[in-house]
């Protein structure tokens, strides 16, 4: 599932695309929505609210889509070729005189009035790259079960809206925490640096077409020797890096399954249960 500031860029694309241009051509292909026409009417904006994107349209009409796992919105110039996947692939196409957005494999997507974009996103929690960012909502809501895993109070997008399965692993390698911790086992004010370092994490990688939230690591191995790693740089800090070297300690780093999702921790930095 897409990080936050995945979907930020996304609606930036199709804003930049879309937006203040009058559509030619609307095909929305799924079933509920097959009949409906947006041909003629103009994209006014689109944003993003945590991950889900909101297509803003003339005549109070918003366009609402989820990528999820697999969904992806691909831009093309009139004329150039589609390359995002197979036709029986296609849930909708948006054109205009000088591009074309095509969205793939979206497992959401519905029309509803813009009036009503509340019923579609109105359960999230503070999105941590939106106007309704409140750290201390988004603390307070994570803090509501002490019992919860860690892992999963932050994947939880009722809780603060933004963190995928790369961002909670990362925080919770920070945190000096597994993702199987107790999140009331947190010291408050760890829990509440944990909510500042997600901000900072998220609107760091912003603008960048590749996530890195190991600025300033100075890699070690166990023995403390500087660790090379087979990559010209380690942009993550042990999402991904099952068995190798952790870039604090040099420990072996782990992996495991936590929702069906792959989790990874280092045994050595960071305390708590395991499977």
């Keep these: ?37 947006l041909t003629g009417r103009a994209v006014l904006d689109v944003v993003s609210r945590g991950k889900h994107l909101l297509t803003r349209f003339e005549g109070g009409l918003t366009l609402h889509s989820h990528l999820r796992m697999d969904g992806a919105w691909r831009i093309y110039a009139q004329g ?49 790259l939106g106007p309704d960012w409140d750290a201390s909502t988004a603390l307070r809501n994570l803090l509501t079960d002490p019992a919860r895993p860690l892992g999963e109070a932050l994947l939880d997008q009722r809780n603060l809206a933004g963190i995928g399965n790369i961002y909670k692993t990362e925080l919770c390698f920070l945190a000096r925490a597994t993702p199987w911790l107790p999140i009331g086992e947190l010291p408050t004010a760890t829990a509440a640096l944990l909510v500042t ?27 403390g020797r500087p660790y090379r790693p087979a ?9 991904g890096r099952n068995r ?13 399954e936590q929702d069906a999702r792959p989790a990874y921790w280092c045994p050595r930095c960071q305390s708590g249960p395991t499977p």
């Design 244 to 256: 190798r070297p952790c870039l604090r300690c040099g420990t072996p780093i782990r992996a495991g």
């Design 197 to 223: 370092t997600a901000k900072q994490l998220l609107e760091a990688n912003r603008d960048r077409p590749e996530r890195i939230t190991t600025t300033g690591a100075r890699p070690r191995t166990a023995t």
């Design 80 to 128: 150039e070729r589609w390359r995002g996947g197979p036709t029986h692939q296609i849930r909708a196409i948006l054109a205009n005189t000088a591009h074309t957005a095509v969205g793939y494999r979206l497992p959401v997507l519905e029309l509803l009035r813009t009036e009503d974009e509340e019923k579609a996103v109105g359960h999230l929690g503070p999105d941590l």
């Design 231 to 239: 990559r010209p740089s380690e942009n993550l800090w042990v999402y």
């Design 1 to 37: 599932m897409p990080e936050g500031d995945t979907v930020l860029q996304t609606a930036r694309r199709l804003h930049r695309a879309l937006a203040g241009q009058v559509l030619t051509r609307s095909d929305l292909r799924v079933p509920r929505f097959a009949t409906a026409d």
